[in-house]
């Protein structure tokens, strides 16, 4: 409890000095002075807040990007906010200034996606699984053991399938997909006085799994023999306390960012679906620019693209080291465990087929994007090893 008191006042000292730092040199600069890593004194961020104005000034096109995610998440969750901005302003020759609006300031999830599609903002980073209700094949990553494992994720949405099958219907509601983005699989991350670990699906009997509003999580639970119970996302932590809920499958690194590892016994890295994000971007904007200013902005989205990839060991080592301080435990299941998972539940079982072609119009559509799932394509990510 000491100890938690210690970090909350750390926390609480570091945002005073945020608010000092906006008040001195305004918000946008003090983001920037946060974003590059320097100490929240006034002194010390001037530098950097003069070069992002100036930045700003000289632009010819202003980009705001918005998050739900604070700066500084990326040690734990690598959502690369910062090095998007500064690769797009770079890459861009200054052309491009990047106006970030972190933390959920504008919002999260589905509502970002809708000002993003609206005009209201440039671009943002949301789940793939939000572009469902606009483009309903991308919800296909969450058919589970489709792509569950970090690399079958980046070899899928990567592939010229991807780019055949799902871009095209992402653009037709006014949508750019800049990059996707990798974090990790989803888990089976139980509470605390719930016996663990989980390391078969038998063991998830009865249990009341926490879903968020996806049908297909819910019926994947189902088949597991779990009790689907959709919680929103603010309530889930409530619910785990108050034993509404015994599980939520977020990955390691958003149940940390997120506060879970006080009420969390342990977690099972069963990589079953993706826990993947993407940088979406108002597609009529995007065509408004001159075309160098396209093709940069594309390398940049490349260029951190990359740098996610090699983040992602990382920023799970700094998330499961926190929470394993906290008294957080973990297992990765056997190969004859993983099998279970899979006969119970994977994306081969006929209960899929209805689904497979309401997606994507037909199995056979499916077939040739599970098998871009496990085609190498040149972009190596690391996965969970246990």
């Not at 739900?68 to 890459?91: C, H, V």
């Not at 483009?135 to 569950?148: F, L, R």
């Not at 904007?285 to 996610?308: H, Y």
Request: aromatic share 10%; glycine share 6%; with cysteine.
């Amino acid at each position: 409890m000491e100890e938690r008191n210690e970090i909350q006042d750390v926390q609480n000292k570091d945002r005073r000095r945020f608010m000092e730092l906006s008040a001195k040199i305004g918000f946008t600069a003090a983001v920037a002075a946060l974003g590059s890593g320097v100490p929240l004194t006034a002194e010390a961020a001037a530098p950097t807040a003069k070069e992002d104005k100036e930045r700003q000034k000289a632009a010819k096109f202003t980009m705001n990007v918005a998050t739900a995610y604070i700066l500084g998440a990326s040690r734990e969750y690598p959502i690369m906010q910062w090095n998007f901005k500064d690769n797009i302003e770079n890459t861009t020759n200054g052309q491009v200034y990047v106006k970030l609006a972190p933390g959920g300031q504008l919002g999260a999830g589905s509502a970002l996606v809708q000002k993003v599609q609206g005009g209201t903002i440039q671009a943002a980073q949301h789940s793939i699984s939000n572009f469902a209700p606009f483009a309903p094949a991308a919800d296909v990553i969450n058919i589970p053991y489709m792509c569950g494992e970090n690399q079958q994720f980046i070899n899928l949405v990567t592939s010229d399938a991807w780019k055949k099958e799902i871009n095209p219907k992402i653009e037709a509601k006014g949508f750019k997909a800049l990059w996707y983005v990798n974090i990790d699989p989803r888990t089976c991350a139980i509470r605390k006085g719930v016996d663990g670990p989980i390391k078969t699906p038998d063991q998830l009997q009865g249990i009341k799994f926490r879903v968020p509003g996806s049908k297909i999580l819910q019926q994947f639970y189902r088949l597991l023999g779990a009790n689907p119970t959709p919680v929103a996302w603010g309530e889930t932590s409530s619910a785990i306390k108050q034993g509404v809920a015994d599980a939520l499958d977020p990955a390691v690194g958003a149940l940390y960012t997120f506060g879970f590892k006080e009420i969390l016994s342990w977690i099972t890295f069963n990589a079953a679906v993706p826990d993947a994000q993407v940088y979406s971007c108002n597609l009529k904007w995007f065509n408004s620019l001159p075309k160098d200013v396209q093709e940069a902005i594309e390398f940049a989205s490349d260029i951190t693209f990359r740098q996610n990839l090699a983040m992602v060991p990382a920023a799970r080592a700094y998330a499961m080291a926190e929470m394993a301080r906290a008294g957080v435990q973990f297992y990765a299941p056997t190969s004859d465990e993983k099998e279970q998972w899979v006969a119970k539940a994977g994306a081969q079982l006929p209960a899929w087929d209805d689904i497979k072609k309401e997606l994507l119009g037909s199995v056979d559509k499916f077939n040739t994007l599970q098998e871009a799932a496990n085609t190498f394509n040149g972009y190596y990510v690391h996965d969970v090893k246990g």
